[in-house]
Nanobody, 115 residues
């Protein structure tokens, strides 16, 4: 079992920045990778960024150069630094922990970017 608690969402103007945090607890030693996903109204959930247990990162093309995923192992926390935010980044952002045989999800945090 893994518990994920997200924080850091909110309302920001276009061009602004936010940092999302995801604190993990429980059987975190079994986590293979952690990621940030987002889901906008009427759209499917999509991968934003991912970091493996070995530190390899992946970012969606739509956020490359603007968003950065990172982690603090001492705090069992993963971050998503979001810069140069655009209105199309508006969505609920979810943290996910990939394990075998399942993925655990956080409750989600709303990010709203006004134009």
């Amino acid at each position: 079992q893994v518990q994920l608690v997200e924080s850091g969402g909110g309302l920001v103007q276009a061009g602004g920045s936010l940092r999302l945090s995801c604190a993990a607890s429980g059987s975190i030693f079994s986590i293979n990778a952690m990621g940030w996903y987002r889901q906008a109204p009427g759209k499917q959930r999509e991968l934003v960024a991912r970091i493996t247990s070995g530190g390899t990162t992946t970012h969606a093309d739509s956020v490359k150069g603007r968003f950065t995923i990172s982690r603090d192992n001492a705090k069992d926390t993963v971050y998503l630094q979001m810069n140069s935010l655009k209105p199309e980044d508006t969505a609920v952002y979810y943290c996910a922990a990939s394990m075998i045989p399942r993925t655990y999800w956080g409750q989600g945090t709303q990010v709203t970017v006004s134009s």
